[in-house]
């Protein structure tokens, strides 16, 4: 039966999901606001440990691709390469967006997530999480009012936006998990979807 481990830290509420068949066996949160480059390994090895998984028997590797912390997405990225170098696996990239489109009960969805400065990441999606637009940042008011009346809001902060949303949980790795099964490539390929420049970037843009 195919396993597949799943990864995200793109915010500080991490999370690490094993799923067989497609059927997600257990997801742990993870918060941590100081960054996940010293929990990650060690959690993940404990939860591989209960359930008697071995690495060289996992059929493909997932991580969160962003948008989210520029660093968190590639602590992710990096893991699942390694990862899927050592054992000679595939893996997947899944964006967050995409992965919080899988709570949602309409034919069109639109999830978003607090993207600071006053600005949100959003996407657009249908049912079977193919996109209905490009992800996006930008403020939210605008995004909002431009949305198709049918489209189902999306987030796990609703009570910052003061909007009537579907809540999704912030550990998404079970999703990612579930998305990545058919989408597992050559890990090498895989690149961080951050939708806009790092701060550093930003910075440097400005001098």
Same mark, same amino acid.
């Not at 997405?73 to 893991?79: G, I, Q, T």
């Not at 899927?84 to 919080?100: D, F, K, V, Y």
């Not at 008011?141 to 912030?170: C, G, I, M, N, Y």
């Given at each position: 039966?195919?396993?597949? $481990?799943?990864?995200?830290?793109? !915010?500080?509420?991490? /999370?690490?999901?094993?799923?067989?068949?497609? $059927?997600?066996?257990?997801?742990?949160?993870? +918060?941590?606001?100081?960054?996940?480059?010293?929990?990650?390994?060690?959690?993940?090895?404990?939860? *591989? %440990? %209960?359930?008697?998984?071995?690495?060289?028997?996992?059929?493909?590797?997932?991580?969160? &691709?962003?948008?989210? &912390?520029?660093?968190?997405?590639? $602590?992710?990225?990096?893991?699942?390469?390694?990862?899927?170098?050592?054992?000679?696996?595939?893996?997947?990239?899944? !964006?967050?967006?995409?992965?919080? !489109?899988?709570?949602?009960? /309409?034919?069109?969805?639109?999830?978003?997530?607090?993207?600071?400065?006053?600005?949100?990441?959003?996407?657009?999606? +249908? /049912?079977?999480?193919?996109?209905?637009?490009?992800?996006?940042?930008?403020?939210?008011?605008?995004?909002?009012?431009?949305?198709?009346?049918?489209?189902?809001?999306?987030?796990?902060?609703?009570?910052?936006? /003061?909007?009537?949303?579907?809540?999704?949980?912030?550990?998404?790795?079970?999703?990612?998990? %579930?998305?990545?099964?058919?989408?597992?490539?050559?890990? *090498? !390929?895989?690149?961080?979807?951050?939708?806009?420049?790092?701060?550093?970037?930003?910075?440097?843009?400005?001098?």
């Amino acid at each position: 039966m195919p396993r597949i $481990v799943a990864l995200d830290t793109a !915010s500080e509420f991490g /999370s690490l999901a094993l799923l067989e068949d497609g $059927v997600v066996l257990e997801e742990v949160i993870l +918060h941590s606001p100081e960054g996940f480059g010293h929990v990650l390994f060690p959690q993940l090895d404990r939860l *591989m %440990r %209960r359930h008697g998984w071995k690495y060289d028997q996992v059929a493909g590797f997932a991580a969160g &691709s962003g948008p989210g &912390s520029f660093t968190g997405v590639r $602590v992710a990225l990096a893991a699942i390469k390694g990862l899927a170098e050592a054992t000679g696996a595939p893996a997947a990239a899944i !964006s967050n967006l995409q992965a919080m !489109s899988l709570y949602g009960t /309409s034919g069109l969805r639109a999830p978003f997530l607090d993207a600071r400065r006053g600005e949100i990441y959003a996407g657009l999606y +249908h /049912s079977d999480q193919t996109p209905a637009g490009a992800e996006v940042v930008t403020k939210f008011q605008p995004w909002h009012e431009a949305l198709p009346k049918q489209a189902e809001l999306l987030t796990p902060d609703p009570a910052v936006f /003061s909007v009537d949303a579907t809540v999704t949980p912030r550990a998404l790795a079970g999703a990612i998990g %579930r998305l990545a099964a058919t989408r597992l490539t050559d890990p *090498m !390929s895989l690149d961080a979807n951050y939708v806009r420049r790092s701060d550093a970037e930003l910075n440097w843009v400005d001098k």
